[in-house]
């Protein structure tokens, strides 16, 4: 198995584009149904879930991710997927929160209830709003929290989320609820649901009129949209995030009797608008 040679480099919109691939020497790595399917011609594009298939045969190429040498050990090898939506975008799964709430006596008649509006990710980069809910316990020296999604074009089911504070009379620091979890799930069930861990130990309570609660840190991140991907002549597969910005994602290999060796490929641009058919 070797890093094969491209004849071309041409970039097109995901699930445009098509590439005609005919390796010179040896064979393309396909599979299909969990079988190994060598090809000698492969009209290669990418697949609803994002795998670089054979439109032809409907298998999937195989290849490494990352880049690679020349040489290309078996275990490597792997269906190849060119992220469709965002790249390097990374979920939320940590939340932490800081500041401070008024100190109450249990003669108080007053009634607090304060909200902080904060965003979190999912695996796709796709962005929620999320709001913190704080209300105080009339006569008693607690507070509960609940989280609410409510803001979103359509808000998902919040998990968890809900909890209780004690602090010490004295010293005002957080004695109790320390910590908690909060999940989003969406009615798409192709929508990976959120799990998130919430820390809440930076929290005081303290005898001063103006009180707050904000974000201090939550992961997670939107990453770049991918307009499009690329092959190499050196058979790299990588995606266009626009501004002339490239990301390699991994490298398509060829075979020749089981012995790995260089060999170079004829790639020929197929639009969509012409049709699949190889010509």
Known sequence: MSVPDFALTTQGALGLLRFEVTPTQGVLLGMKDDHALPLRKALVGVGPDGILMDLLSGAQILGCYGEAGTDVTPER????RVP????GAEATTHIEFFGSLPTR????TRFHMFEHVFRV??????????????VEHSQLRTWSYFFAADRNPIPPKVLGGKGQWVF???TGELIGGHSGKVGLLWADVDRPALGMTVDFTSLREQDQEHSEVR???ADGRAGKGVQGYNITPGGQVSVSLGGGVERVIGQIVTANHGVASISSLHVAPRSLSHGLGLR
């Open 105 to 108: 006596t249990l003669a108080t």
């Open 77 to 80: 090898l792997t269906p190849l």
């Open 121 to 134: 990710f999912d695996h796709e980069g796709t962005v929620s709003t999320l709001a913190l809910m704080i």
């Open 215 to 217: 974000l201090r840190f």
């Open 84 to 87: 469709t939506g965002r790249f």
């Open 168 to 170: 010490d009379g004295h």
